[in-house]
Nanobody
Framework: QVQLRESGPGLVKPSQTLALGCTVS??????????WTWIRQPPGKGLEWMGV???????FYSPSLKSRISISRDTSKNHFSIQLSSVTPRDTAVYYC???????????WGQGTQVTVSS
């Protein structure tokens, strides 16, 4: 059974960097045809796709976040991470990590973690 689990602080101050991790079990993040994504949902709004790290380690980011976002991975821990710099209260959201399968779409999600940006 594939499981993803987000981790990280629930409160970040404005202008600081938000850093979250996602630990994966039941699948390897280096397996071909799989990609690992970050998605968020601000309060009262829809899901926003943020970025992806592919099985070969390459990344692609949402153009709206490209200047502030970085996704990386630690293959020895089967773990990938996101950093979002210069946060503002508009970055308050539930953050999800999810697996993207080329054959079946977003097939496994973490439970989500609430991040609030506030002083």
């Amino acid at each position: 059974q594939v499981q993803l689990r987000e981790s990280g602080p629930g409160l970040v101050k404005p202008s600081q960097t938000l850093a979250l991790g996602c630990t994966v079990s039941g699948a390897s993040i280096t397996t071909s045809n799989l990609a690992w994504t970050w998605i968020r949902q601000p309060p009262g709004k829809g899901l926003e796709w943020m970025g992806v790290i592919y099985s070969d380690g390459s990344t692609f980011y949402s153009p709206s976040l490209k200047s502030r976002i970085s996704i990386s991975r630690d293959t020895s821990k089967n773990h990938f991470s996101i950093q979002l710099s210069s946060v503002t209260p508009r970055d308050t959201a539930v953050y999800y990590c999810a697996r993207a399968n080329l054959a079946s779409g977003y097939d496994f999600w973490g439970q989500g973690t609430q991040v609030t940006v506030s002083s």
